[in-house]
Nanobody
Framework: QVQLVESGGGLVQAGGSLRLSCAAS????????VGWFRQAPGKEREFVTA????????YYADSVKGRFTISRDNAKNTVYLQMNSLKPEDTAVYYC????????????????WGQGTQVTVSS
C-alpha cells in the first residue's frame, strides 16, 4: 500500500515556473513507475508525464514536451515535476499516481493516487 501526497502547486504568472513534488507518506515509491496527470475544470483528466521506477525512462505529452521535466529521488521517496514556461492552459489540478511494472499514459492503469495540487497560471 502506497499513500501519495502532492505539494508545490500555487499561482504563477505566465512564463513562470513551479516544481511539484509527489512524496510517499506510507510505503515506498522505489518499485513503482510514477505518472503525473492533470484535470482542468470541465475537462477530462489527461496524461502529462511519467517516469519508470529506475528513472531511466521518461515520457511526456506533446503539450508539455520541452517545458516540463520529471525526475525522481528514490532515496527521498519522491518524484518531482519541474514546470517551466508555464501557460494559462496549464491551469489544472495536478495528480501523481503510482503504477506497478510498466508506466502508462492511461490513467486507468495506475494503482495509487494522490489528492492533487492546484496549479493556476495567470495571463
Amino acid at each position: 500500500q502506497v499513500q501519495l501526497v502532492e505539494s508545490g502547486g500555487g499561482l504563477v504568472q505566465a512564463g513562470g515556473s513551479l516544481r511539484l513534488s509527489c512524496a510517499a507518506s506510507r510505503g515506498t515509491l522505489s518499485y513503482f513507475g510514477v505518472g503525473w496527470f492533470r484535470q482542468a475544470p470541465g475537462k477530462e483528466r489527461e496524461f502529462v508525464t511519467a517516469i519508470t521506477w529506475s528513472g531511466g525512462g521518461t515520457y511526456y505529452a506533446d503539450s508539455v514536451k520541452g517545458r516540463f521535466t520529471i525526475s525522481r529521488d528514490n532515496a527521498k521517496n519522491t518524484v518531482y515535476l519541474q514546470m517551466n514556461s508555464l501557460k494559462p492552459e496549464d491551469t489544472a489540478v495536478y495528480y501523481c499516481a503510482a503504477k506497478s511494472f510498466v508506466v502508462s499514459r492511461d490513467a486507468a492503469g495506475y494503482d495509487y493516487w494522490g489528492q492533487g495540487t492546484q496549479v493556476t497560471v495567470s495571463s
